[in-house]
């Protein structure tokens, strides 16, 4: 990789689409350090898959950088019994934010894709280079066709109008602000949620889906956020570049840690006949380590920080509303009417 200049983000105004999502709310958390200006729009006042909408606010607001986090989510089940709605959202979102940037002409923008876009049975660790080299996992290929459109759509601005569009995909995340509804969410806050029910009931069983033996990483979402302002102050490249912790552990043993930081002391029983999705998910960090940037956050520690954050939003009675556990960081604004705030530096809009 050529040596670039750094891109500043000193008094850029930098839009976090997905500002309300647990990678975003981390974002602006990571941006706080920042003296930039923070642009958000919730939901309820832009709608991303809305072409003329989206055109309409980045022409009124006229970002100079943009972190494209916004997305519809969720674990390998809601993928699998959702495949229509994963594809379209996530879609129609890249196609209208990235496209809308390109035709305000923004300094930077960056691009956040998944691990999931690599093929199913790709070498381990999964280098850049495995994109588009074979058969997709079939559980999640809406959402990692929608994924994939956006990398590519990115390097051909590049490649077409020398625009300075990059991507990266993160690893499996998890951190404050994470869903944990047992019907839609991602294995690790579904187990601190499981294992948590299990311990105040008093159950001596502990249910886990699949045979535990698949492999996965995991990366603490400030540790993301953390390499997302690396990557726009130091990364302009064609290829998209992977974000991990750079170490793998089974199921098995995340639900070991998880029970252990939780406190439930009973057995763990899983069901094999659960699908384990991709036998192992470990991302090659040789390029971003290279650069400069490395995961800090160890595995025991982020759960434990999770779990805190469970329990501050937690509330008996509502389990399985995703509300309860997708309290926004930051408050949803209206963008025709911004609200001002000064934290560390940076003003949030």
Known sequence: MSAKEEFSLH??????????????????????????????????????????DTELWFARERPDAVIVAAGTVGGMFANDARPATFLYDNLMIAANVINAAHQTAIEKLLYLGS????????????????????????????????????????????????????????????????????????????????????????????????????????????????????????YDEDAPINIGWGAD???????????EVVGFDGELRFDPTRSDGAPRKLLDVTRINALGWEARTPLRTGVARTYEWFLDHYKPGDIGSPSVFRGPNVRPQDPAAPRRAVRDGARLL
Do not use: W
């Open 11 to 52: 008094d850029k105004r930098v839009f976090v689409a997905g500002h309300n999502g647990m990678v975003g709310s981390a974002l602006v958390r990571r941006l706080m350090q920042e003296r930039c200006t923070i642009l958000t729009a919730s939901h309820e006042a832009l709608d991303l898959r809305r072409q003329r």
């Open 115 to 234: 691990s999931c876009i690599y093929p199913r049975d790709a070498a381990q660790p999964m280098q850049e280079s495995a994109l588009l080299s074979g058969p997709l996992e079939p559980t999640n290929i809406g959402y990692a066709i929608a994924k994939i459109a956006g990398i590519q759509y990115c390097a051909a601005l590049r490649r077409q109008y020398e625009r300075n569009f990059i991507s990266c995909q993160p690893t499996n995340l998890y951190g404050p602000g994470d869903n944990f509804d047992l019907a839609t969410s991602h294995v690790l806050p579904a187990l601190i949620h499981k294992a948590h029910l299990a311990r105040e009931s008093g159950a001596r069983v502990l249910d886990v889906l699949g045979s535990g033996r698949a492999q996965r990483e995991f990366l603490f979402v400030d540790d993301l956020a953390d390499a997302c302002v690396f990557l726009l102050r130091h």
């Open 249 to 259: 552990t089974s199921i098995a043993a995340l639900a070991g840690l998880v029970a």
